[in-house]
């Protein structure tokens, strides 16, 4: 074997090692565990770790101080060996925060033209640099192509709004070279997505359309022809592609079909889905989505019969949800008049589809009878939907005082949800009218929940509706918060006024999660839709571990359901009250680490840093924005099938921990 052989080959091996799963945090490790739990980032306890011999306790020592926001930790993480610790060393420095030397560092390790660890750099300066930063990247990589992960450096930039015009060019020269592997490519075309796409890899993605069986791949392609609005295949792949796809791609196709170059396909494949009984619900909804984002000729229209569809549709379904996107697309496509005055159909709608429809058609609208339809509503998520539905009348009602005051005590709710929704949807036109009656409730509902952490969005909610009132205003709410006893709440307080000073992270039953961090190897989710079994990943996020084995063992989410579904995407469960807005009553902390979004990834929801509970999530796609943002704790190992089909409102039967 040659010298450059050798070193190829080992250029591989190091830049396996440092992907192989070593365990980060363990059950030993509880002294590091508990102090970035609390976020106290004991230096004592860290240096322990920093100086050890052991790889995984310098690796969980950087993955304990990539959560600290505090910089006087770069010079320690800068010492240790570059080449043996790169991914952690990046990560770490990519997540604490923004800091010149720290980028400088990156740059200087970058211009080694180290292929084994560039790509762990390029993600972390992505995270940190600014717009001349990615200029000069892109330069360097242009007389460097060898380096790998040019695309992580543009993606992050572009997750931070910084862009370049040579970015779209580099990633489709990268995805189209043969060198190129099946997991980068993944990212470049996630990545060429979220910049618009770029046509010069069009005939690439048609054969991927043609022949890849990897879904991931397939749902990546034609993601990028949607962004491109532009779908330039032909009747057969179409007719392909639906017949023999799983229902994530079949989901992203029919986000597709809008721009396919024939309207009569599109349409031919519109109306076999809307008459299906049996179709899966998610590729139900994306297909009325898709509907209502272009108009479409009335001759193919009327020839597809896609009126009657659509009423036997509202007839034939008992999921408010799906009704009232069918009202929608009706109302994008049709005379909405139809509808009103069909009265069969009329009875078979429920108060919020009724209020949907009433809102949609405008004509002679009444707050009084909407505010009935409102009124009749007991199911939580269903009121919440309807809220948001009214709360967009706010420019149309604003004159009505009967309105006026629905808003106002809307505002006094007990309900978070409900506060947060009508504190967010409250515009400038509304607050010059009815400030003082604002300050006063806005006061009174901040104080009465900050020490409620099920309010943390109600908070931020009220507050940044205050600074709509006046600066002076927000100013003096902040101080009357600033006792409270939420840590998150604390943090979010600070960046308005930094002498607000954070405490120590108190966490419910910490010492019970660690201990049941590592007891359990994984669980088994049984829905009404089958069975999803996951994989534990404690060595990255242990306290979420924890917190999930804890609620489980307590039968915490036995009974609840999916409240979120977005096809395509994630499915979310977790909250005992159905809407999206609960949770156990606790926080827990953000765990981040550098891996990957996948499908099947499971990461738990979040309000902003540090304010996680009991809502979990599944990834039915890759989406790799979302790395080191949210905090992934498991991988579903079996039961894909089965996240693919839960929609909105099915519910878990039962968790199941297994050793």
């Known amino acids: 074997m040659g010298n450059s052989y050798l070193t190829y080959f080992l250029l591989i091996c190091l830049i396996l090692f440092q992907n192989i799963g070593i365990a980060q945090y363990s059950s030993y490790k509880t002294d590091l ?14 240096e322990k770790y920093f100086s050890s011999a052991d790889t995984s306790d310098v690796i969980a020592a950087l993955l304990c101080v990539s959560h600290s926001e505090d910089t006087s ?64 990247i892109l330069e360097f990589y242009n007389d460097n192509p060898a380096l790998i992960g040019i695309e992580e450096a543009i993606l992050q930039f572009r997750n931070r709004n910084i862009t370049n015009e040579l970015s779209k060019s580099i990633l489709a020269n990268e995805f189209l070279s043969e060198k190129t592997s099946l997991e980068r490519k993944k990212k470049i075309l996630f990545t060429l997505a979220r910049l618009g796409s770029d046509s010069t890899i069009n005939n690439e993605l048609v054969k991927i359309l043609f022949s890849n069986t990897d879904n991931e791949m397939l749902q990546l392609a034609l993601m990028n022809f949607r962004v491109q609005k532009k779908l330039p295949v032909n009747y057969d792949l179409i007719d392909r592609l639906f017949n023999k796809s799983d229902d994530e791609v079949n989901i992203e196709l029919a986000k597709c079909l809008p721009y396919c170059n024939k309207e009569t396909t599109a349409l031919k494949y519109f109306t076999s889905i809307l008459s299906n009984d049996s179709i899966n619900e998610n590729l139900l909804i994306e297909t009325l989505k898709a509907l209502q984002v272009q108009k479409w000729n009335s001759g193919l229209l009327k020839e597809s019969k896609i009126s009657i569809h659509l009423k036997k549709l509202i007839h034939r379904q008992r999921n408010n949800f799906i009704v009232n996107e069918t009202i929608k697309t009706y109302a994008h496509l049709f005379d909405i008049d139809d509808l009103k005055s069909d009265s069969s159909l009329l009875k078979n709608l429920s108060d919020i ?68 929704i009508v504190a967010d949807g409250i515009d400038s036109n509304f607050v010059a009218n009815h400030s003082e009656e604002l300050k006063e409730t806005i006061s009174y509902q901040a104080y009465r929940f900050k020490d409620n952490s099920d309010f943390i969005e109600a908070e931020i909610s009220l507050i940044n509706l205050s600074d709509k009132i006046s600066s002076d205003f927000q100013k003096e709410l902040v101080k009357k918060l600033s006792d409270t006893k939420l840590y998150s709440l604390r943090k979010f307080l600070n960046r308005l ?11 419910n039953h910490l010492s019970n999660f660690i201990q049941e961090a590592f007891n359990f190897s994984g669980a088994v989710i049984k829905t009404k839709k089958g069975i999803i079994t996951i994989k534990f990943k404690p060595e990255l996020a242990p306290i979420t571990v924890g917190n999930f084995v804890y609620l489980a063992r307590k039968n915490f989410y036995n009974g609840i359901i999916f409240h979120r579904v977005v096809p395509g995407f994630v499915i979310q ?10 949770g156990p009553g606790y926080e827990i902390i953000s765990e981040f680490s550098p891996e990957e979004f996948k499908t099947g990834a499971v990461g738990i929801a979040s309000a902003g840093k540090d304010t996680e509970g009991s809502q979990f999530f599944i990834m039915q796609g890759y989406y790799p924005h979302l790395n080191s943002k949210y905090t992934l704790f498991a991988e579903v190992i079996n039961g894909l099938d089965v996240v693919m089909k839960i929609s909105e409102d099915d519910q878990i039967i039962s968790v199941q921990l297994l050793r």
Request: charged share 25%; net charge positive; hydrophobic share 40%.
């Open 33 to 46: 565990i508990e102090t970035t739990a609390k976020r106290e980032f004991n230096k004592r306890i860290l």
């Open 73 to 136: 930790f770069l010079r320690r993480i800068t010492e240790l060996d570059f080449n043996r610790y790169s991914m952690w060393i990046s990560f770490s420095l990519g997540q604490i925060g923004n800091s010149y030397s720290a980028k400088e560092f990156l740059l200087k390790k970058l211009f080694e033209k180290n292929s084994s660890n560039s790509e762990y750099i390029f993600n972390a300066l992505g995270k940190l640099g600014n717009q001349n930063d990615l200029s000069t």
């Open 353 to 420: 589809n009724v209020i949907q429809l009433l809102v949609i058609a405008k004509k002679d609208l009444q707050f009084s009878v909407l505010l009935k339809h409102y009124n009749n509503i007991t199911d939580a998520k269903q009121k919440l939907v309807a809220l948001e539905i009214l709360i967009g009348l706010i420019k149309d009602l604003s004159s009505d005082n009967n309105y006026v005051q629905f808003i106002l005590n809307e505002l006094k709710s007990d309900n978070p949800a409900i506060i947060s």
């Open 497 to 507: 006024d930094n002498s607000i000073k954070l405490s120590e992270k108190n966490i």
């Open 573 to 582: 469960a977790g909250d005992p009250t159905g809407t999206g807005w609960g």
